[in-house]
């Protein structure tokens, strides 16, 4: 998702970081610029409070990118990256042992196949997707993080397992098959947390209000 796939690499994503373009570069009254604290108006929702903050990056110099994570009061979590926006409000944990968890990230399964066929360059015209609640999707993406939390801890367990060496720490990106605006973020640190969403549209954030110092 945050770093482009090629026959050399192994990440996927739209955005080149060596275009000049700065992943990081937010409006002063984006989504992106939230603190714990701070809250998001959603039409037709009302007002939602940011519970934590992931400061996310991967890479190494110039390849190296950067994007954030959000929670808010109601349990769903927000993106902001190069890719867009997105917000995530079912969520779903997979243990280990159990034969979704085998298929998703276990030996053979469908992460191993995407990289696979990303270094061997025929991800594009031989994708990879697995099935979901009834649903079938399309592996999009695969890499690893380093991410730093600022205020509460989530309620999921695989987000509060996150390791010093980013490489223990895997994301992944899925969208539907019939539909590339059903979304799933996924967190492979002990468990695997499989998130669900759709992107933000500009008309669905009614405000932005700033925590009182």
Avoid at 86 to 105: C, F, K, M, N
């Amino acid at each position: 998702m945050k770093l482009p796939w090629d026959k050399d690499e192994r990440r996927n994503g739209p955005v080149d970081p060596r275009s000049g373009r700065d992943p990081v570069s937010i409006e002063e009254n984006s989504v992106g610029t939230l603190q714990p604290g701070d809250a998001i108006s959603f039409w037709g929702e009302g007002n939602r409070l940011v519970t934590c903050v992931y400061d996310c990056a991967e890479g190494v110099g110039e390849r190296r990118c950067h994007w954030r994570w959000l929670f808010l009061d109601d349990g769903s979590l927000v993106e902001y990256s190069a890719d867009g926006q997105w917000r995530y409000t079912e969520h779903q944990i997979v243990p280990q042992g159990s034969a979704l968890y085998s298929d998703i990230v276990g030996s053979g399964g469908v992460l191993e196949q995407f990289e696979a066929r990303v270094r061997n360059d025929t991800v594009a015209g031989d994708p990879v997707f697995v099935e979901l609640r009834g649903q079938r999707y399309r592996v999009t993406s695969t890499g690893t993080v380093d991410a730093t939390r600022r205020g509460d801890a989530p309620r999921l367990s695989p987000w509060n397992q996150f390791l010093p060496d980013p490489e223990e720490n895997v994301y992944f990106s899925l969208v539907a098959a019939d539909d590339e605006n059903q979304g799933v973020l996924g967190l492979w640190t002990g468990h695997v947390c499989l998130s669900f969403g759709r992107p933000i549209a500009e008309t669905d954030v009614d405000g932005i209000y700033r925590r009182s110092k």
